[in-house]
């Protein structure tokens, strides 16, 4: 079943309430639970069904019956402009199809009096500072505008992320504010959530295989610069923990590592580079690329918390940071500076990145920015230098 929970002017949602209350308050805000709503939305069969039902739209009714989309639009409205028995068969098809039509987009379109100001928000996962920093952004920005969100977290699975889209487009949420899931492949979900009319507006992940909005870090040029800082402080053998190359942020992050190395004359070496973005993994891989005769002198890692389990795997070697290896990450976390020697980081912005997604939201529904129209936003990174790097 899904759950949401109300603390204060944000709803939280979370699959199997897995994690404990005291757990999502310490990750999202230090203060005490006021109010909690419990809604049942689906049974145990709710996953299977999700994959079979699709949001229908008034461009597929207008493709099934060969008709205009504006024409669907005034039968559903029971125009006299319509004559009565094409009215019947588009009224009688949306019953059929268990069509529900977004009242609350079309409100805010023709009306500044606005029902509901709710924005779904889709978290990857709650755990990591940076989703909960970019969390902070959104709620503030929503907050000042007289917007409330709700809030779920995918889990990084596809098929969560579109339960999660439906959900919100049959709670009629005034639009979404997604980061996609490092599974998700296919694009079909948000594609219909746009054809439906409801503001879509992607941050740090984002989807190229949709025309929306987006907002994201200069992912490229914080990897570039980061790279460039261990060459410039005498690295030669650096190796590169990354995501799955089909995330925009990853090939981003691997580009600007590469063209590091061959602006200043380094070879780019395969057999240093790892699909590697969490602290268990970094554990277990990080030894393998010391087995050979030619082992690395230095990481950039996609994330922080891959960095410290680079860390944590190096020293349990018995090398020294930065002496024998140099670490740089990525996010500048809380953790980031609770490390010994605090880490070398490039630094995100998490929360600015969520004031600008809602910001872009909130004029795409309010009309400042023509919905069909997509805004791009890049917040620039910031290399902080600690303890790991020489």
């Known amino acids: 079943m899904l759950y949401f929970f109300l603390y204060k002017n944000v709803i939280i949602q979370n699959a199997n309430v897995c994690i404990s209350l005291q757990v999502i308050l310490n990750k999202v805000q230090e203060q005490c639970w006021e109010e909690i709503l419990t809604f049942a939305i689906a049974n145990k069969n709710y996953t299977a069904q999700m994959k079979e039902n699709r949001i229908l739209t008034m461009k597929d009714i207008a493709r099934e019956l060969g008709v205009s989309v504006a024409t669907v639009s005034r039968a559903l409205k029971d125009s006299p402009r319509i004559s009565e028995e094409r009215r019947q068969m588009i009224q009688q098809y949306a019953r059929d199809h268990n069509f529900t039509p977004n009242v609350l987009a079309e409100s805010l379109r023709h009306s500044r009096v606005q029902p509901m100001r709710v924005i779904g928000v889709i978290i990857p996962e709650f755990v990591h500072h940076y989703f909960s920093s970019v969390l902070r952004g959104i709620e503030e920005m929503a907050s000042a505008h007289d917007y409330r969100i709700m809030v779920a977290q995918s889990g990084e699975h596809y098929e969560r992320e579109v339960q999660l889209c439906q959900a919100f487009y049959e709670n009629k949420v005034c639009g979404i504010i997604v980061s996609q899931a490092k599974d998700t492949k296919q694009y079909d979900h948000f594609q219909r959530l746009i054809d439906a009319g409801v503001p879509l507006v992607f941050y740090d992940r984002i989807c190229t295989g949709v025309n929306a909005s987006r907002v994201v870090v200069d992912d490229y040029m914080g990897a570039y610069n980061a790279v460039s800082h261990l060459i410039d402080t ?35 070496r395969p057999e240093l580079t790892r699909i590697c973005d969490n602290r268990r993994d970094a554990e277990m891989v990080t030894p393998e690329l010391f087995d050979g005769d030619y082992y690395p002198d230095a990481f950039f890692a996609v994330n922080d918390d891959t960095a410290l389990g680079i860390m944590y795997s190096a020293r349990h070697m018995g090398l020294r940071v930065p002496e024998d290896i140099s670490i740089c990450g990525f996010s500048n976390d809380v953790h980031a500076v609770c490390s010994d020697p605090m880490l070398t980081t490039v630094e995100q912005h998490g929360q600015k990145v969520g004031e600008e997604a809602a910001e872009v939201l909130i004029a795409h529904v309010e009309g400042r920015i023509p919905i069909e129209r997509t805004e791009k936003r890049i917040v620039r990174t910031r290399l902080i230098l600690r303890g790991t790097t020489r």
């Open 234 to 268: 005498g690295c030669r053998r650096i190796a590169f923990f990354g995501s799955q190359l089909n995330l925009e942020i990853a090939k981003n992050r691997f580009n600007g590592y590469k063209d590091a190395l061959l602006k200043h004359g380094l070879p780019y």
